[in-house]
T-cell receptor
Framework: GESVGLHLPTLSVQEGDNSIINCAYSNSASDYFIWYKQESGKGPQFIIDIRSNMDKRQGQRVTVLLNKTVKHLSLQIAATQPGDSAVYFCAESYSGYALNFGKGTSLLVTP | SAVISQKPSRDICQRGTSLTIQCQVDSQVTMMFWYRQQPGQSLTLIATANQGSEATYESGFVIDKFPISRPNLTFSTLTVSNMSPEDSSIYLC????????????FGPGTRLTVL
């Protein structure tokens, strides 16, 4: 896994605005990517996934974009709500092996 | 998605002791994993718990320190042995999706504090 610092990057957005959380992944051979949301005191919760044969996938209020050329993944949250405040992690895997998690981003939604 | 429970949810332990964490899934799953999440950090894979064979450990993790059992397709344990304060972390089990895809579902975690 990756090593990360003690302080997570923080994204602060106003309620109702759109949020974009970015992630750089390390393995160019990775073929599966997931975004997780982790609220305080809880385990990570699956949000959305995407396979390497796609560059965009949409869910309810969320969109994941994959740019394999620069090994970049992003999560877009539309009309951000206070309940979206959490730490968000991207994760990658290769050929169904276990996930390698990236650095998290703390999302803070202000009223 | 699978429902995953972990016991205990949290514990405070003395250094030098060992703690066994249990992970129970409400359906049979092939792949189970154990992760560690140190305070304020991301998740790091400890090992893959294999049913019927020895666990597969990631670099930096060894069986003597983190013995794992997987007696059946719904249950696994992780033991943190000879604990030190550096072992203070959240320990999470996860299972792979039941639909044959690769998504993983996580348990609520066990918050361990070693004094």
């Amino acid at each position: 896994g990756e090593s990360v610092g003690l302080h997570l990057p923080t994204l602060s957005v106003q309620e109702g605005d759109n949020s974009i959380i970015n992630c750089a992944y390390s393995n160019s051979a990775s073929d599966y990517f997931i975004w997780y949301k982790q609220e305080s005191g809880k385990g990570p919760q699956f949000i959305i996934d995407i396979r390497s044969n796609m560059d965009k996938r949409q869910g309810q209020r969320v969109t994941v974009l994959l740019n394999k050329t620069v090994k970049h993944l992003s999560l877009q949250i539309a009309a951000t709500q206070p309940g979206d405040s959490a730490v968000y992690f991207c994760a990658e895997s290769y050929s169904g092996y276990a996930l390698n998690f990236g650095k998290g981003t703390s999302l803070l939604v202000t009223p | 998605s699978a429902v995953i429970s972990q016991k205990p949810s949290r514990d405070i332990c003395q250094r030098g002791t060992s703690l066994t964490i249990q992970c129970q899934v409400d359906s049979q799953v092939t792949m189970m994993f154990w992760y560690r999440q140190q305070p304020g950090q991301s998740l790091t894979l400890i090992a893959t718990a294999n049913q019927g064979s020895e666990a597969t450990y990631e670099s930096g993790f060894v069986i003597d320190k983190f013995p794992i059992s997987r007696p059946n397709l719904t249950f696994s344990t992780l033991t943190v042995s000879n604990m030190s304060p550096e072992d203070s972390s959240i320990y999470l089990c996860s299972v792979e999706g039941l639909a044959g895809d690769n998504e993983q579902f996580f348990g609520p975690g066990t918050r361990l504090t070693v004094l």
